[in-house]
């Protein structure tokens, strides 16, 4: 059974700052992963999508990496804005094309 | 990417109506699922909506409880039925949209169950 773990579930940070956070998933037979952003009573924006033969992706200030072997992803944002305050959700797609979610962890960036 | 919309946005609901939300995509898409997001929760699969055949619901959801319908492949609805305060939650939309398989969600209806 695939389990997506986040860490930490809450992190804030001065403005300016980089900052990591963590994802874990317990079976490493994913199609790929993909990180979202979800504003407070708001749908899901897809952020960054990593193939699972893929190491990284970049967009912008965000990066992801994608270790498949030991069950881990990172998304890293540089020099942190307070509109980069919200929740961010790790999602792995499992190779029978089920989803599953982690808890998220919530961001704030303090000004 | 694709473009979902869904209705209502927000509803607030006596015990044991029902409510039929509605998503729409502005490109035929193959796979599409609704998601609930209770308070303070992530997101839980419902179930898949199979274009011209039954939904495939996960463990713990039924048809009964929540009938799906999708008559072609840009529109789904989802209908949360007898419903009870703990149906209270926000309910996504989304779809697989390319061959890279990147998903893509709706900006959900907030329902609220009194």
């Known amino acids: 059974k695939q389990e997506v773990t986040q860490i930490p579930a809450a992190l804030s940070v001065p403005e300016g700052e980089n900052l990591v956070l963590n994802c874990s998933f317990t079976?490493?037979?994913?199609?790929?992963l993909q990180w979202f952003r979800q504003d407070p009573g708001k749908g899901l924006t897809s952020l960054l999508l990593i193939q699972s033969s893929q190491r990284e992706q970049t967009s912008g200030r965000l990066n992801a990496s994608l270790d498949k072997s030991s069950g881990r992803s990172t998304l890293y944002i540089a020099a942190s804005q307070p509109g980069d305050s919200a929740t961010y959700l790790c999602a792995v797609r499992r190779r029978d094309d089920k989803i599953i979610f982690g808890k998220g962890t919530r961001l704030h960036i303090l000004p | 990417s694709a473009v979902i919309s869904q209705k209502p946005s927000r509803d607030i609901c006596q015990r044991g109506t029902s409510l039929t939300i509605q998503c729409q995509v502005d490109?035929?898409?193959?796979?599409m699922f609704w998601y609930r997001q209770q308070p303070g929760q992530s997101l839980t699969l419902i179930a898949t909506?199979?274009?011209?055949?039954?939904?495939?619901?996960e463990s713990g959801f039924v048809i009964d409880k929540f009938p799906i319908s999708r008559p072609n492949l840009t529109f789904s609805t989802l209908t949360v039925s007898n419903m009870s305060p703990e149906d209270s939650s926000i309910y996504l939309c989304s779809v697989v949209w390319d061959r890279r398989g990147e998903q893509f969600f709706g900006p959900g209806t907030r329902l609220t169950v009194l």
């Open positions: 079976d490493s037979a994913i199609y790929n």
């Open positions: 909506a199979n274009q011209g055949s039954e939904a495939t619901y």
């Open positions: 490109s035929q898409v193959t796979m």
